[in-house]
């Protein structure tokens, strides 16, 4: 079933990231691939996510690229939907960088190449230092285009935690 997972079509969204992917001003241990099972910390096909496309640096970081159209974000307020946290928890505590590529800001640059590869750089960029900074692999995403969305969706979760927090003493 993981084969036929394997060959599932990539989207045009996908197939458009991969494309830009592949002429980042990097340098790669692994060159990037799209379609790809994650792996364990031992290096070994795991099988148990797909992941959309995946690259090793010269530096040794592995990147889980994530290109995440509208069914991964949660609206009004633009947070990533639960199935997709998960997703990315899953991929870092593999020892992957996950990095998700919001499909909406993607449409905004409209196929500018030049764009298109300083925003990925800007966000595999973001990922690494939020990995350094944390001591550990984390998911980024840039916040979502509504002002404010972002600190109201933080709000939302803090009092959620906070009830948890009285209901627990």
């Known amino acids: 079933?993981?084969?036929?997972?394997?060959?599932?079509?990539?989207?045009?969204?996908?197939?458009?990231?991969?494309?830009?992917?592949?002429?980042?001003?990097?340098?790669?241990?692994?060159?990037?691939a799209m379609e790809q099972l994650s792996r364990g910390r031992d290096g070994q096909e795991d099988g148990a996510l797909l992941i959309d496309i995946t690259a090793r640096t010269a530096e040794g970081v592995w990147l889980a690229l994530e290109a995440d159209g509208p069914q991964h974000f949660r609206q009004p307020d633009g947070a990533l939907m639960g199935p997709t946290q998960y997703?990315?928890?899953?991929?870092?505590?593999?020892?992957c960088t996950v990095v998700s590529v919001p499909g909406s800001e993607w449409a905004k640059l409209r196929g500018?190449?030049?764009?298109?590869?300083?925003?990925?750089?800007?966000?595999?960029?973001?990922?690494?230092q939020q990995q350094q900074s944390d001591g550990r692999t984390s998911a980024?995403?840039?916040p979502p285009s509504a002002p404010g969305s972002a600190d109201q969706a933080q709000q939302?979760?803090?009092?959620h935690r906070m009830r948890r927090v009285r209901r627990a003493s």
């Open 1 to 32: 079933s993981h084969e036929v997972n394997r060959r599932q079509a990539a989207t045009d969204f996908q197939q458009s990231v991969y494309s830009v992917v592949q002429q980042l001003p990097m340098q790669w241990s692994e060159a990037p």
């Open 112 to 128: 500018n190449k030049t764009q298109q590869q300083q925003f990925l750089l800007q966000l595999i960029q973001q990922a690494m």
């Open 156 to 159: 939302h979760q803090n009092r």
């Open 140 to 142: 980024v995403t840039p």
């Open 87 to 95: 997703r990315n928890r899953a991929l870092a505590v593999r020892g």
